[in-house]
């Protein structure tokens, strides 16, 4: 399975989530975007330390690929949580 994406993560204000498709030129399908959503949402909730949830935070799609074949909802939905996951851990939490 392959889905990749770019994820810019930003605080805003309030504890939300918020995410911005920012794709352009079809980089990453519209059928897959509300998986890359999904993904990223559900990683937040989960957090990246010690299981608290990550609040507060913008999370724009900017960037990604896919394969004609091997890409699928379950790829980006992975692909969009591991990008979070590191992300958040590069932010030093």
Same mark, same amino acid.
């Given at each position: 399975?392959? #889905?990749?994406?770019?994820?810019?993560?930003?605080?805003?204000?309030?504890?939300?989530?918020?995410?911005?498709?920012?794709?352009?030129?079809?980089?990453?399908?519209?059928?897959?975007?509300?998986?890359?959503?999904?993904?990223?949402?559900?990683?937040?909730?989960?957090?990246?330390?010690?299981?608290?949830?990550?609040? #507060?935070?913008?999370?724009?799609?900017?960037? #990604?690929?896919?394969?004609?074949?091997?890409?699928?909802?379950?790829?980006?939905?992975?692909?969009?949580?591991?990008?979070?996951?590191?992300?958040?851990?590069?932010?030093?939490?």
């Amino acid at each position: 399975q392959y #889905g990749h994406v770019w994820l810019k993560l930003e605080p805003i204000e309030g504890p939300e989530f918020e995410f911005v498709d920012n794709i352009v030129g079809g980089v990453v399908p519209r059928e897959f975007i509300s998986a890359v959503a999904k993904g990223a949402e559900e990683q937040m909730g989960n957090g990246v330390l010690a299981g608290y949830p990550l609040q #507060g935070v913008r999370a724009t799609l900017y960037d #990604g690929s896919y394969h004609d074949v091997d890409s699928s909802e379950v790829a980006f939905k992975v692909a969009a949580s591991m990008a979070v996951k590191s992300g958040a851990l590069e932010a030093d939490p």
